[in-house]
């Protein structure tokens, strides 16, 4: 209470500032008046009385100034006089404030895109009611998120610890509301999802648990706020509409609210429809089947007083169960608990470390910025070590003057801060309206919010704070009389300084990012010239899913033919392959493969967990795969014929141990059925540009027919020309039938996005952290220069060499940026592991790097040494001794 | 002029309070006041009285009033309130007993000891 009282009264008179000056004035001209009046009554002629009174006053500024200190509010007030002091500093010195400004707005602005990425994707939990016990269900060891639908019915229907289990997958459908068929990206989430959410509708109505009766009994379609915005220009009356959806009749049902955009934090789906529909959307129903495990993931809330451990050993419970129930399918069920928003371990984990890796690289470069001003501010302190001392000769108090220090330093940092937060809030805005890839329904959520700008702001006051406290101990030191009499005195200081340390570090933290963005430069370039087991040059890829235009069954084949046949026409064609699923699209599909041994085919028995194809004869050659013996497959390995398969050679080696033995072989599939080995083609990449040679098998298109397709079609002619004629050419087969035309460059964008990504910002702090260090080596070098010059002068004039003069002004520098470089190439070299998991082939190991990086170092060394070396070797010892 | 004596920090304000407990004063016949009383034995500097008297309004032993002095110009007058009043016989107690131990510590003989 007494601290509001005085906070108030000193608001309040410092409101009332004005009018207390001109009391005060008047007061203390009516004092001098009526001692004028006494003199003049003594005899004095009234100017001259007037003149005495005022001389016998005493100092009238002093007196004012120490009455409005003991009228209180001066704190307030003073402040003032410090912030426009400190304008007036800064101002006169535009070139440090502008370095200043500069230097932190980069670092801060580093700090809050960082801090913001990782807030949005890590730290802000999905966008539900109560989200602290939600939680997504991980299976096995090596952590999958995916489940079966039956093996999700048993979980749900037997677990006691979750208030309910919901499950969602990502998929592709087409939809017709009437004008032209176009592909939307969708969740297929049972029909308790909502409910389980929590989530409440923001107009019509959500699909329910009771809305499901069996296979596409429910086919309904809740929309995303976005989409019934782009695409329904916010029509209310759409509520009840009945759209096609890959010509099925669906009911809009209603609209989710405009905050909550589905359970994966990077995918922005269109709508939501139920799963029990599976069949009418995907085009295949795999609801049935217990060893497939198409569900993406398995969420709910858990109920209240039940730990993550109990609801664990629950979940661990029902998996033995089910694991001695269904032998064949159900392998390791044992399950543990993650966070739902980023599909669990399997992209949160790399995704976590990457994140926390920049983030600490940005801290670093934060407090490198710091150490940066902190040794600019006290060289300035140490310039204005004169108007200090003739300062604290007029009797300011050392508190006040630490004061006005302070009160520059935290101000270039609110300016800085405030820039840095402007540049941030604008990048992550753009990177939140971003869509990475044209092809998939990705984004990048991270507008920024309070705790970003609190972040901000907190950091550019610590920093404030932490680089004006670098200069205390100098003025807390000031004997004004000794700086007056004799100028500032320069000690050399040879003792390891605070300041040294901060640069050691600054400059090794700039050897890491440059170590690891050469490191993930080198990997990108390796992974854009390694062998990706196809070409993807001169391909153009045609996509389409024919369960979108209604085809079913026997139909499917039979199309998927008459596309092939129908642009192998098209001039300047040269192959035309189909495959179900590109490789290195996202995701891949596998199978456990057992050897003809094997009699008990469980899951644990495998031989290997194969990368699964389904291509038309023509593939092959139309993705220039190589074929490395044996044949290719034909349209005659078709349902009559006996089922056969062409296999790569990592495959080959893993389950037959060898190509020779694998020609004509026979492995096993879990449904028991025999597959003889007719051919053998090269490696390549499947699932990410980073993974180790995977198994791989080929299977004919006729004997597992799949109606997701996707053409590949080789030519060398004009691709602009090609596109307009693939276009026609699939229309006139079925004008209704969705479909998109690209290159296969295009789609490999998405392979390389994350690896882009990582090399991208890598690149940028990299540069950032170089800038940093250039200043700051220049900074020590400059100022070790300046502060020797008297010293290097006498040197000079008693003969020393130009090398030796250099050695004695930068050979700290040098030994420090060694140190330094040293210490970041090892520190370079370990963090290398983590960017393994996003970039191909990342090795420190590797002479070109480490060549780099050292060269880099020197050259950042040269040029930030460069004027300090020149001011130093032009030292004419005559002047300087003459000046002394 | 006579010998006169530099004031001991932290007595001015005693000295204002003695000054204005006589009746309603403005600064400059504050400090005419404090010299009348001490026989002009004092030497305080004229600008020195006013960071002192704004100190004593804020804490409430003083109030200021603007009027008319005697010589019918416009003048602050400050008057001493009850705390004021309070504050003076304390403080007047304490410089007492301080003066008189430090009278008669160095008034003591050698055969006194």
């Known amino acids: 209470m007494r601290l509001l009282d005085s906070l108030r009264f000193r608001i309040a008179t410092l409101f009332r500032r004005s009018q207390m000056n001109a009391e005060m004035e008047d007061e203390l001209r009516s004092h001098?008046?009526?001692?004028?009046?006494?003199?003049?009554?003594?005899?004095?002629?009234?100017?001259?009385?007037?003149?005495?009174?005022?001389?016998?006053?005493?100092?009238?500024?002093?007196?004012?100034?120490?009455?409005?200190?003991?009228?209180?509010?001066?704190?307030?007030?003073?402040?003032?006089?410090?912030?426009r002091f400190a304008l007036r500093?800064?101002?006169?010195?535009?070139?440090?404030?502008?370095?200043?400004?500069?230097?932190?707005?980069?670092?801060?602005?580093?700090?809050?895109?960082?801090?913001?990425?990782?807030?949005?994707?890590?730290?802000?939990?999905?966008?539900?009611?109560?989200?602290?016990?939600?939680?997504?269900?991980?299976?096995?060891?090596?952590?999958?998120?995916?489940?079966?639908?039956?093996?999700?019915?048993d979980l749900r229907d037997r677990n006691r610890s979750f208030e309910d289990l919901a499950a969602y997958n990502v998929a592709a459908v087409g939809l017709d509301t009437g004008n032209n068929p176009s592909s939307a990206w969708i969740l297929e989430v049972t029909g308790n999802y909502f409910d389980a959410l929590g989530i409440q509708p923001y107009l019509g109505r959500f699909f329910h648990g009771s809305d499901e009766h069996g296979s596409n009994s429910a086919p309904y379609i809740v929309l995303t706020y976005a989409f019934w915005?782009?695409?329904?220009?916010?029509?209310?009356?759409?509520?009840?509409?009945?759209?096609?959806?890959?010509?099925?009749?669906?009911?809009?049902?209603?609209?989710?609210?405009?905050?909550?955009g589905g359970t994966l934090v990077f995918v922005f789906p269109d709508f939501w429809v139920p799963i029990v529909n599976q069949e009418q959307v995907e085009g295949v129903n795999v609801l049935n089947a217990r060893g497939k495990r198409g569900i993406l993931m398995v969420l709910g809330h858990l109920k209240a007083g039940v730990t993550p451990s109990q609801a664990v050993a629950d979940l661990n419970s029902i998996g033995s169960y089910l694991e001695k129930t269904y032998p064949k399918d159900d392998g390791q069920m044992t399950f543990s608990l993650t966070r739902p928003g980023l599909a669990g371990d399997w992209l949160g984990r790399p995704l976590r470390a990457f994140l926390m890796g920049l983030m600490l690289l940005a801290g670093l470069i934060l407090l490198a910025a710091c150490a940066n001003l902190g040794s600019l501010f006290a060289a300035r302190a140490a310039d204005r070590s004169r108007e200090v001392a003739l300062r604290l000769a007029l009797g300011a108090t050392r508190i006040r003057i630490l004061r006005q220090l302070f009160t520059e330093a935290v101000l270039i940092s609110l300016i800085g801060g405030t820039a840095g937060l402007w540049c941030s809030v604008v990048l992550l805005r753009g990177l939140s309206a971003w869509r990475p890839l044209p092809t998939a329904p990705l984004q990048v959520p991270v507008n920024p919010d309070a705790n970003v700008y609190g972040v901000a702001l907190l950091l550019s006051l610590a920093s404030g704070f932490l680089f004006g406290a670098v200069p205390v101990r100098q003025v807390l030191h000031t004997d004004p009389y000794q700086v007056i009499k004799s100028g500032s005195t320069g000690t050399v200081g040879r003792r390891i300084t605070v300041r040294d340390l901060l640069l050691v570090v600054q400059i090794a933290i700039c050897a890491l990012l440059v170590t690891s963005s050469l490191v993930a430069v080198r990997g990108l370039v390796r992974s854009l010239h390694s062998?990706?087991?196809?070409?993807?040059?001169?391909?153009?890829?045609?996509?389409?899913?024919?369960?979108?235009?209604?085809?079913?069954?026997?139909?499917?084949?039979?199309?998927?033919?008459?596309?092939?046949?129908?642009?192998?026409?098209?001039?300047?064609?040269?192959?035309?392959?189909?495959?179900?699923?590109?490789?290195?699209?996202?995701g891949a599909n596998s199978s456990y493969v057992f050897t003809d041994k094997t009699t008990d085919l469980r899951p644990a028995n495998a031989a290997a967990e194969a990368m699964r194809y389904n291509i038309s004869p023509e593939y092959l050659d139309a993705a220039r795969t190589t074929l490395l013996a044996g044949r290719t497959l034909t349209w005659h390995d078709d349902k009559g014929a006996p089922r056969v398969a062409v296999v790569n050679r990592e495959f080959a080696s893993k389950i037959f141990g060898s190509a020779t033995n694998a020609m004509n072989s026979y492995y096993k599939t879990k449904d028991g059925s025999r597959i003889q080995v007719v051919g053998i083609v090269e490696d390549g990449k499947y699932a990410s540009l980073a993974e180790d040679p995977q198994p791989a098998m080929f299977l004919p298109i006729l004997q597992s027919p799949s109606s997701q397709a996707c053409l590949v079609v080789r030519s060398n002619g004009d691709s602009q020309q090609l596109v307009a004629a693939i276009k026609s050419t699939v229309q006139d087969l079925d004008a209704g039938l969705p479909f998109t035309i690209r290159t296969w460059n295009q789609e490999l964008e998405s392979a390389l996005f994350?690896?882009?990504?990582?090399?991208?910002?890598?690149?940028?702090?990299?540069?950032?952290?170089?800038?940093?260090?250039?200043?700051?080596?220049?900074?020590?070098?400059?100022?070790?220069?300046?502060?020797?010059?008297?010293?290097?002068?006498?040197?000079?004039?008693?003969?020393?060499?130009?090398?030796?003069?250099?050695?004695?002004?930068?050979?700290?520098?040098?030994?420090?940026?060694?140190?330094?470089?040293?210490?970041?190439?090892?520190?370079?070299?370990?963090?290398s592991r983590v960017l393994a998991f996003i970039v191909?082939?990342?090795?420190?190991?590797?002479?070109?790097?480490?060549?780099?990086?050292?060269?880099?170092?020197?050259?950042?060394?040269?040029l930030a040494t460069w004027i300090p070396a020149k001011r130093a070797l032009s030292i004419d010892p005559m002047i300087l001794l003459r000046e002394e | 002029m006579t010998a006169q004596a530099q004031l001991l920090p932290g007595t001015l304000d005693l000295l204002i309070l003695r000054a204005v407990s006589l009746g309603p004063l403005h600064g400059y016949g504050i400090l005419l006041r404090i010299g009348q009383i001490s026989g002009n034995a004092l030497l305080i500097e004229q600008g020195a009285l006013y960071p002192g008297l704004f100190r004593l309004v804020r804490q409430g032993l003083l109030t200021a009033s603007w009027g008319t002095s005697e010589n019918?110009?416009?003048?602050?007058?400050?008057?001493?309130?009850?705390?004021?009043?309070?504050?003076?016989?304390?403080e007047t107690d304490n410089w007492n007993r301080l003066a008189t131990a430090i009278g008669s510590a160095l008034a003591a003989q050698p055969e006194e000891v």
């Open chain 1, 32 to 83: 001098i008046q009526h001692r004028a009046d006494d003199l003049e009554r003594s005899g004095l002629p009234r100017a001259e009385a007037e003149r005495r009174a005022r001389i016998e006053f005493g100092g009238q500024v002093r007196y004012k100034e120490e009455c409005r200190e003991a009228a209180g509010g001066t704190l307030i007030e003073s402040l003032q006089q410090d912030v």
């Open chain 1, 89 to 153: 500093m800064l101002h006169k010195s535009p070139g440090f404030t502008a370095v200043a400004v500069v230097t932190l707005a980069v670092a801060i602005a580093a700090n809050a895109v960082v801090f913001g990425v990782l807030n949005a994707l890590i730290l802000r939990p999905l966008n539900v009611p109560q989200a602290q016990s939600l939680y997504g269900l991980e299976r096995g060891s090596d952590k999958a998120v995916n489940q079966s639908y039956p093996d999700y019915l």
């Open chain 1, 229 to 260: 915005h782009s695409h329904f220009q916010d029509d209310r009356g759409v509520v009840g509409r009945v759209v096609q959806l890959n010509k099925h009749p669906f009911t809009i049902l209603g609209v989710a609210p405009p905050e909550f």
């Open chain 1, 531 to 586: 062998s990706f087991g196809f070409e993807p040059q001169n391909a153009m890829l045609v996509e389409t899913a024919l369960s979108m235009a209604g085809y079913s069954g026997d139909t499917v084949p039979a199309m998927q033919k008459r596309m092939i046949n129908a642009l192998e026409t098209i001039p300047g064609v040269q192959s035309v392959g189909l495959v179900d699923r590109l490789p290195l699209y996202y």
């Open chain 1, 754 to 831: 994350p690896s882009r990504m990582a090399t991208l910002s890598l690149g940028v702090l990299g540069v950032m952290g170089a800038m940093l260090s250039i200043t700051g080596i220049f900074g020590m070098a400059a100022y070790s220069v300046s502060k020797r010059l008297k010293e290097l002068g006498i040197r000079m004039a008693l003969g020393a060499q130009r090398k030796e003069v250099l050695q004695a002004a930068l050979g700290r520098a040098f030994k420090l940026l060694t140190i330094g470089s040293a210490a970041g190439l090892l520190l370079g070299i370990l963090a």
């Open chain 1, 840 to 862: 191909y082939q990342a090795t420190p190991r590797d002479p070109l790097v480490l060549a780099g990086v050292v060269l880099a170092m020197l050259l950042l060394g040269l």
């Open chain 2, 72 to 90: 019918n110009r416009r003048a602050k007058f400050y008057e001493l309130t009850a705390a004021g009043r309070k504050r003076l016989r304390e």
